[in-house]
C-alpha cells in the first residue's frame, strides 16, 4: 500500500492535485503515510535536493479545526524550497497556496528523542527569526485527513524567513505577538502560547517523533514551529506580511 500511494502522489509531480489517498486507501495508517512521506523525501535527495529542515505542522486548534484533524503532524524542508524575504513567488508553480505566520528556530545543537524537552530546545537553539509558510496540497480541495497531509509533506510548499535574528535569553516565546496582513489588511493574529502552550514545546514533540524513525534534528536546520493562527488563501497579486512583537516582520507577494 505504501509503493501505490506514494506512485499516486508522484502523478500530481505532472501539475495537477490527485485524489485523497484516505478515499483510495481507507486502512492507510498514520505511520504508513510518514513511510510515503519519507520515500518522497528520499527520492528528491537522490535527485540532488537537500533537507535544511523540518516543520511542525497542526500545532493550533485553529489550523486543526480548518483540517478537521486532532494532533501535530511534520514535514521535511527542502533547499529549493527557501523564498527570500520579500521575494515574489509564481503562482502557477504551486497548487492551491495558503499562508501562515511562524517563528523559526534554527539549531546549533542536534537534538535527538524520544525524551527531548521544552528547556533543551531552549538551549538547542541558536537564534529564532519570523518566517511566513506557503502551504500547498497536492490533495484535490484540500480534501485531506490526517494521513494525507502527513503523506504529502505535511502539505509544505514553500518558506520565508525574515532577516532579524533574535537570540532567546530573556525573551517569553509566548508571548510575542503576530499579526498577518494580506494587501495592507489584517486578516488574523496569535500569540507563541496558540502553538500546544509554547513554540519550544513543538519542537520538543517534533524531536521525539522524529526518533520512531531514527532521525534526529540536526545543528544548523530550520525548524518551522506551526502557524500561530489559521492559514489564508493566497491568489495572484495578494501580498502577505507578517508582524511579531520582538521579531520585526518578513513578507512575501504571488504573481
Not at 41 to 49: D, H, M, R
Not at 98 to 111: H, Q, T
Request: proline share 2%; aromatic share 6%; net charge negative.
Amino acid at each position: 500500500m505504501v509503493q501505490e500511494a506514494y506512485r499516486h502522489l508522484q502523478e500530481a509531480e505532472e501539475g495537477r492535485a490527485v485524489s485523497p489517498l484516505t478515499e483510495l486507501y481507507s486502512s492507510l495508517t498514520v505511520d504508513e503515510a510518514y513511510q510515503v512521506q519519507l520515500k518522497t523525501i528520499e527520492q528528491k535527495v537522490s535527485e540532488g535536493q537537500r533537507i535544511v529542515g523540518k516543520k511542525i505542522g497542526l500545532t493550533s486548534f485553529a489550523m486543526q479545526n480548518l483540517l478537521g484533524v486532532d494532533q501535530p503532524d511534520y514535514g521535511h524542508l527542502l533547499e529549493h524550497m527557501e523564498v527570500k524575504n520579500k521575494g515574489e513567488i509564481a503562482l502557477n508553480t504551486l497548487f492551491q497556496p495558503k499562508v501562515e505566520g511562524e517563528i523559526a528556530f534554527i539549531l546549533k545543537k542536534d537534538l535527538k528523542g524520544p525524551s527531548v524537552t521544552e528547556q533543551e530546545v531552549l538551549e538547542a537553539t541558536d537564534y529564532i527569526v519570523p518566517s511566513l509558510e506557503i502551504v500547498d496540497s497536492r490533495i484535490k480541495d484540500w480534501k485531506i485527513k490526517l494521513q494525507d497531509t502527513i503523506a504529502d509533506n505535511a502539505s509544505c510548499g514553500l518558506y520565508v524567513l525574515g532577516e532579524q535574528k533574535v537570540e532567546l535569553e530573556g525573551l517569553d516565546l509566548t508571548k510575542i505577538e503576530m499579526s498577518l496582513y494580506k494587501n495592507g489588511e489584517l486578516i488574523n493574529q496569535g500569540t507563541g502560547a496558540d502553538v500546544l502552550g509554547h513554540p519550544a514545546k513543538c519542537v520538543a514533540w517534533l524531536a521525539n517523533k522524529l526518533s520512531d524513525y531514527s532521525v534526529i534534528l540536526k545543528a544548523g536546520e530550520v525548524i518551522l514551529s506551526g502557524a500561530l493562527s489559521a492559514a489564508v488563501d493566497a491568489q495572484k497579486g495578494d501580498s502577505f506580511t507578517a508582524e511579531f512583537t520582538k521579531l520585526g516582520k518578513v513578507e512575501v507577494s504571488f504573481g
